[in-house]
């Protein structure tokens, strides 16, 4: 494949390149058939800024390979293979920590409605979840399905979190004018870190306490609410009321997290 001269790159348009830096450095160029092949082969060479650079300029080129009738099956394969690479188990926290939980809600209605759309919501709900869950210091533990689940070493970190992740995606442009809400379960425990990951009660309480949640809202148990020294700035936490968790021994308050730009009123919290 010939390499394009500077005066050559200089007279192409953005649009013949699948990445834009903030800078203005064009990278991957996908003018033309071949380029398009060996962007595909360098992809994962390239330093991209942020986890939602790297999904644009993947867009870019799978829309690009498609133009040109290339079907990148090694490629797509690969990137499914990095996002399913388990978490590093030594840069997860121990101790006393706060997990967040967020899910979907109604995922089963929106796979109907967007059929192979379905795809692209669910990846642009986990690149949206994680960049938050980064940006407040916390650590991915595991993704599967239409659930992600983060960890935190400070309780108003994974609190922040929440409400980053509410805002970030009641503010993004859904395809097809699809309403696409999680809901978001914070519980703080001591869970034992094993070779295979976390486990103990925490877990399972944290799971019960999404579950009981309504998509856009963040639920808050009686340990974390305990736990914060006090609320980050413009969060206030108000009671949600005391649902029998199923299979969770002890019942207690769970409290809801109210903040600009957040819905406020829900229904009742599901038994």
Not at 116 to 132: E, F, G, H, K, M
Not at 169 to 176: E, Q, S
Not at 208 to 226: E, M, P
Request: hydrophobic share 40%.
């Amino acid at each position: 494949m010939p390499k394009l001269s500077a005066t050559e790159r200089a007279k192409l348009p953005d649009r013949a390149f699948a990445y834009i830096a903030s800078d203005g450095k064009r990278s991957l160029p996908i003018n033309d058939e071949a380029h398009v092949r060996n962007a595909l082969a360098r992809f994962d060479r390239v330093r991209f800024e942020s986890d939602e650079a790297r999904d644009r300029a993947r867009r870019r080129l799978l829309n690009a390979a498609k133009r040109y009738g290339i079907v990148p099956v090694g490629f797509v394969t690969g990137q499914l293979r990095s996002e399913r690479r388990a978490p590093d188990l030594s840069s997860l926290p121990t101790g006393t920590v706060t997990f967040l939980l967020a899910d979907i809600e109604g995922s089963t209605a929106l796979l109907q409605r967007l059929g192979d759309a379905y795809a692209t919501v669910l990846r642009d709900v986990r690149s949206q979840i994680r960049s938050c869950v980064r940006r407040c210091g916390g650590h991915k533990v595991d993704a599967h399905g239409d659930e992600y689940l983060a960890v935190f070493v400070r309780p108003g970190a994974a609190l922040e979190s929440a409400v980053d992740i509410q805002r970030a995606l009641a503010a993004y442009a859904w395809p097809r004018g699809a309403d696409v809400r999680v809901r978001i379960g914070l519980h703080t425990g001591r869970p034992t870190l094993t070779d295979d990951g976390y486990v103990g009660l925490a877990l399972h309480t944290v799971a019960r306490i999404c579950a009981a949640g309504h998509g856009g809202q963040i639920l808050v148990s009686t340990r974390t609410h305990d736990a914060l020294p006090t609320p980050p700035a413009g969060v206030r936490l108000t009671p949600a009321g005391s649902p029998t968790l199923p299979g969770i021994p002890t019942t207690e308050p769970l409290f809801q997290a109210r903040a600009e730009g957040l819905r406020a009123r829900f229904p009742a919290l599901r038994r």
